[in-house]
């Protein structure tokens, strides 16, 4: 078997096994998986459709173009990286799913790049619940004022929660921060706004996916876990 075929299986096997583990209420909804092809070639990516992935995340929009234009293959394009204004119009272009909107600045933006091509455009907002000062991300203390923001862009359709968890030495610090992000998506779920679906929360990666997926999230991001270690 293909060695990217054989990983791709295995995390599709843990995600399940982790699936099995949460609380009752959370057993039946599925995972999505964006397989991460940042820094891996179009061969690579080639590869992991023909073997089943349906969703690729890519993080830097000049790098995605290119394979964009070189992929002959029908697949689902999600922007997981910082996305800069002055990209926003090809980032509505290339991407059903945009993970990275933190800010009313970039969420105007990318609403106005969206209305030039008659799109409305599905959106999830980072949250930076750690606070960490070298990520993107909104604060939890401004989420509240960036939903209502987003709620008034007629071309965006607010689809979830996005989030990065810091880089433990110990995974399992990860998880208080899950469980927390997964209580704040059930909240905004709750308040049913008529302009938002809100559907997804996107979190974890290589490292702490499983943990993310015990916890509640219903959307992974994992690159190494099935293309091995990326070549900078
Ligand atoms: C690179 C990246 C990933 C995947 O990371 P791996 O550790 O390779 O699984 C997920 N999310 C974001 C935002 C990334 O930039």
Partial sequence: MDEIEKRLRNVEHEIEQARMRREAV????????IAVTKNHDVAAMRR??????????ENRIQEAVGKYEALERKVQWHLIGHLQT???????RYFDLIHSIDSEHLAKAVDKAAAAIGKRQDILLQVNLAKEES????????LDGLIA????????????????????E?????RPLFHEMHEIFWQLKGKNMPRANIDYLSMGMTHDYTIAVEEGANMVRVGTAIFGQRQY
């Fill in 48 to 57: 992991a459709i023909d073997a089943g992935v349906t969703a690729i995340g």
């Fill in 135 to 142: 990520k993107s991300g909104i604060y939890r203390e401004e």
């Fill in 86 to 92: 002055n990209k926003a119009k090809q980032a509505v």
């Fill in 170 to 174: 110990d995974v399992e610090d990860c």
């Fill in 26 to 33: 959370l057993k039946e909804e599925p995972v999505q998986l």
């Fill in 149 to 168: 923001c987003v709620q008034e862009l007629p071309n965006l359709r607010l689809r979830g929660l996005m989030c990065i968890a810091p880089n433990y």
